[in-house]
């Protein structure tokens, strides 16, 4: 077992060695690998008993009916090769999505030659495959989907493009190293938590009160079950034994922040999974927020846009740049 897995790695470098990763690559003849199929090697196994047959008998016809069916393989075999020659395939890009959703990727074929293509098969091992047709239309767009894997960058594997047209009796195939990458956000909880109780509209002279906010001292009040340690009024526990938590305000117009710190719970992935799913939910509600993470701030805003830069920053919260 460990020897075949040591094999692939090395099949593997090889491959990506040879086909290095590019947002467009042309399938010329050094990237086109063509074997006989299981059918064709039937064929031969046909053509060889004939080929005996007529030399056992000397007979001219059987012969004639070898060499015709020999030369009708190796014809097929080059109308195979050909309906991959010249052609390009270009890299579009990967839909960002949650975790526990698969990416998607979406690919431009297009046609250098005049003659149509039919039967090309795009596919993952394991995963989605798609096939498709170049015959009046010379660009045609293909999408394929694959298991994202965990929160960050998703860099789409190593993907086979092949075909079998036009009689199955070879098979034509290449590799493409997609050159583009996804964002894999973190999955939404179904209710995120509300610091200081959900009251975040109350409103105070002429601007909004932002409760549990992080500028300016409100006051003090009881210990309520959730409230963050760096906010417990340890002077006044002191004196009286009992727990109390000082609030704070911010005042904007109608500004909201998300703020990493306002969360109690423990975990980096459950903090960024309800900071997701108040970003979704703000934006659905149309409302202006801000987002703060640990090294990272994005402005208020809304829209879009807005919605994107967020989703990034959490997404790509503690991963490494490549």
Not at 13 to 31: K, N, Y
Not at 242 to 268: C, I, K, N, Q
Request: hydrophobic share 45%.
């Amino acid at each position: 077992m460990a020897m075949v897995e040591a094999w692939r790695a090395q099949l593997d470098g090889w491959l990506q060695g040879r086909f290095a990763p590019a947002r467009e690559i042309t399938l010329s003849q050094h990237r086109i690998f063509i074997v006989p199929s299981k059918t064709a090697l039937g064929l031969l196994a046909i053509i060889a008993l004939l080929f005996l047959l007529g030399v056992n008998f000397q007979n001219s016809l059987v012969y004639s009916i070898c060499f015709w069916l020999l030369a009708m393989l190796l014809l097929n075999i080059f109308y195979t090769w050909r309906n991959l020659a010249g052609l390009t395939l270009a890299t579009v890009g990967v839909e960002p999505c949650f975790v526990g959703e698969k990416a998607v990727l979406e690919m431009e074929l297009v046609s250098t030659r005049p003659q149509p293509r039919f039967a090309i098969e795009l596919d993952w091992p394991g995963e989605d495959q798609a096939q498709t047709n170049l015959v009046t239309a010379q660009t045609q767009r293909v999408k394929l989907s694959h298991a994202s894997g965990a929160r960050g960058r998703f860099q789409p594997p190593r993907l086979r493009v092949s075909t079998r047209y036009p009689t199955g009796l070879a098979v034509a195939w290449s590799y493409v190293y997609p050159a583009a990458q996804g964002l894999v956000y973190p999955a939404p909880v179904d209710k995120a938590f509300q610091p200081g109780g959900g009251d975040h509209n109350a409103m105070l002279g002429d601007g909004v009160e932002i409760a549990g906010g992080s500028s300016d001292f409100s006051g003090v009040r009881e210990y309520r079950q959730g409230d963050a340690p760096k906010r417990i009024h340890w002077k006044k526990y002191a004196q009286t034994g009992e727990l109390y938590t000082r609030t704070f305000v911010d005042y904007a117009s109608h500004d909201l922040w998300l703020d990493w710190d306002d969360l109690p719970m423990p975990g980096v992935e459950v903090r960024l999974s309800h900071l997701c799913r108040r970003v979704l939910d703000f934006h659905q509600e149309q409302r202006r927020f801000g987002l703060k993470l640990p090294g990272a701030l994005v402005g208020p805003g809304k829209g879009e846009a807005h919605k994107a830069r967020c989703l990034q920053a959490l997404a790509l919260f503690g991963v490494a740049d490549v």
